[in-house]
């Protein structure tokens, strides 16, 4: 599938004679540490702490770190291929040797070591992303309040923002999970701590783009391994297979964003919160007075305990302050995530436009 990128590779090696002693000796007191460093192997940060899969993709450079599992202790290396690459992750390509290859040069240079070749190491997490052009910011964000309900029960989506700006399922699992986010907000924060650079057009297009990330962690790959299959061997074709897997149990081929009208608000309390006819009735009138006369005024002629109320219901189907506010009030155009159909590169978009 045409669009779809390695986002972040997690390779580990054992500490054994396969390296040289001075390599050893160089790591051996990192093992309490992961240590990141940029494209040219100088290291521009390090921290005390054991959890590496909690590094966030939109890590910029390549960390590493040692570990032990009880019997060995492990050079565990990972970053974004796509970044490391081209100095940003929004795009790049399926091609899991090159990738790998990639982190494995950078390691080189960080450590001043020779390392074996890619055929020698481990793979204990992949992401697989897909980039997905939405009309405008807004759209993204509603596309992210209706992606929050379409969890079925062993694939609960949560999110840690209120605003509703990252969608995660299965956060916790080690085998499987994804995540769905919009990209101009956090490309616009890496960009204001100065760790990426990119143009300002560049900027407001990826206010455009929902995100999706697949990834397979640790006990996917030891199972795989103790199949007797090599991730070395995982094809692009593979991998979109493994991403299509995912989340096309939760797209069913598409997510249709709808506009916010009155009979799209109606069905939504009517099926999500359980209210009557009458009652949504009630409760969009509630939300068309917003509109029109403002928050307070709205609240000043009812019912306390009734207009809180209301806003309960329509906050419970993905109803912001934000859209209630009389100046944002931008109609949606219908549109589709199509999980074929995710774009590969800035040219697109800009043809898109």
């Known amino acids: 599938m045409k669009g779809l990128l390695i986002d972040w590779l997690t390779l580990r090696i054992p500490l054994d004679d396969n390296l040289s002693p001075a390599l050893f000796s160089r790591v051996r007191e990192a093992k309490l540490s992961i240590h990141c460093c940029n494209v040219d192997g100088e290291i521009v940060w390090q921290k005390q702490t054991l959890d590496f899969d909690a590094l966030r993709s939109d890590t910029v450079g390549l960390c590493w770190q040692v570990q032990g599992d009880g019997i060995r202790y492990y050079l565990v290396i990972g970053g974004s291929p796509a970044s490391i690459e081209h100095g940003i992750n929004v795009f790049g390509d ?32 992949i992401d697989i992303t897909g980039n997905y052009l939405l009309p405008d910011a807004m759209s993204v964000k509603h596309a992210l309040r209706m992606l929050m309900n379409t969890d079925a029960a062993r694939r609960k989506a949560s999110s840690s923002k209120k605003g509703g700006d990252t969608v995660i399922w299965q956060a916790n699992s080690d085998l499987s999970k ?67 897997d995912f989340f096309g149990k939760l ?25 009557t006819e ?13 509109r029109e006369d403002g928050f307070d005024v709205v609240k000043s002629f009812m019912p306390k305990a009734t207009f809180y109320r209301h806003m309960k219901y329509l906050r419970a189907i993905g109803i912001t302050d934000g859209d209630m506010n009389i100046a944002k009030i931008i109609p949606l155009r219908p549109v589709k995530i199509i999980l074929a159909q995710p774009v590969a590169s800035w040219a697109e978009i800009r043809r898109a436009a």
Not at 100 to 110: D, E, R, T, Y
Not at 181 to 208: F, N
Not at 251 to 275: P, T
Request: net charge positive.
């Open 278 to 290: 009458g009652m949504s009735n009630s409760v969009f009138t509630t939300l068309r007075n917003i």
């Open 94 to 125: 399926l091609d899991i040797r090159k990738s790998a290859s990639l982190l494995i040069g950078v390691a080189q240079k960080a450590l001043s070591s020779i390392l074996p070749s890619i055929d020698s190491w481990q793979c204990r997490r």
């Open 251 to 275: 797209l069913s081929g598409s997510v249709e964003i709808k506009d916010m009208n009155r009979d799209y608000i109606i069905e939504r309390l009517i099926a999500d919160v359980g209210l």
């Open 178 to 244: 994804g995540k769905a986010y919009h990209k101009g907000p956090q490309l616009a924060y890496l960009c204001r701590k100065k760790h990426v650079s990119i143009t300002v057009e560049q900027l407001e297009m990826s206010d455009r783009i929902l995100r999706l990330e697949h990834t397979r962690g640790a006990r996917w790959f030891r199972r795989e391994e103790a199949a007797g299959r090599r991730w070395q061997d995982l094809t692009p074709e593979a991998l979109v297979a493994l991403y299509c």
